[in-house]
């Protein structure tokens, strides 16, 4: 049981990334799963979180209008779209995962069961 998570680099502000988290085995394929990300010296803190229809989503303040998660099931992949990037977006980024399609709290670390390895992205100004 893996999350693996792709896709970040090196970029300046204003520029685009798209993380991918790849989930191993079946049973993954519907439930709810998350981006979250940590700074050095800070918390991990929640980005989105998608259900596991993927109809519904939900985004912290500060990236709604800039990021935007998708899921396709058929693959066992979730996605983070990341536009208008800013310095202050520089963290790892990690991917996570719950045990049920639909969960009650997905900003909460708490909620999740399963974790990648986190991506890198880093934002210069």
């Known amino acids: 049981v893996q999350l693996q998570a792709s896709g970040g680099g090196a970029v300046q502000a204003g520029d685009s990334l798209r993380l991918s988290c790849r989930a191993s085995g079946r049973t993954f394929r519907r439930l709810s799963k998350a981006w979250f990300r940590q700074a050095p010296g800070k918390d991990r803190e929640f980005v989105a979180g998608?259900?596991?229809?993927?109809?519904?989503?939900w985004y912290a303040d500060f990236v709604k209008g800039r990021f935007t998660i998708s899921r396709d099931n058929a693959l066992n992949t979730v996605d983070l779209q990341m536009n208008s990037l800013d310095p202050e977006d520089t963290a790892v980024y990690y991917c996570?995962?719950?045990?049920?399609?639909?969960?009650?709290?997905?900003?909460?670390?708490?909620?999740?069961?399963?974790w990648g390895q986190g991506t890198q992205v880093t934002v210069s100004s």
């Open positions: 996570a995962a719950s045990r049920f399609e639909e969960i009650t709290y997905y900003a909460l670390t708490s909620s999740y069961a399963y």
């Open positions: 998608v259900n596991g229809n993927g109809d519904r989503a």
